[in-house]
């Protein structure tokens, strides 16, 4: 089985900075994709950052250039870094990996970005 668990939401004022993190519960190897997705409330889920085995990324156009994703494979972990945030960025984050034609999900975090 294949466990992840996300932490580091909740609420951030318009313009600041937050972390989010996702621990694998495996070899984060396993996964040849894994990153973030996040579903506002009413909207379909989107994606917001995927990171290769090999260490390419993609990024979701509206988060491009605010924010980065980031693995520390000695830990286990996935990370995004999420910068300049706007009320939009305003959703639920899930950490998702992917192994063969397998998704595994976590529960999700609450981001709120509020003044």
């Known amino acids: 089985q294949v466990q992840l668990v996300e932490s580091g939401g909740g609420l951030v004022q318009p313009g600041g900075s937050l972390r989010l993190s996702c621990a694998a519960s495996?070899?984060?190897?396993?996964?040849?994709?894994m990153g973030w997705y996040r579903q506002a409330a009413g909207k379909q889920r989107e994606l917001v950052a995927v990171?290769?085995?090999?260490?390419?990324?993609i990024y979701g156009d509206s988060v491009k250039g605010r924010f980065t994703i980031f693995r520390d494979n000695a830990k286990n972990m996935v990370y995004l870094e999420m910068g300049s945030l706007k009320p939009g960025d305003t959703a639920v984050y899930y950490c998702?990996?992917?192994?063969?034609?397998?998704?595994?999900w976590g529960q999700g975090t609450q981001v709120t970005v509020s003044s």
């Open positions: 998702n990996g992917k192994i063969g034609t397998q998704d595994y």
């Open positions: 495996g070899s984060i190897f396993s996964f040849y994709r």
């Open positions: 990171s290769t085995i090999g260490g390419s990324t």
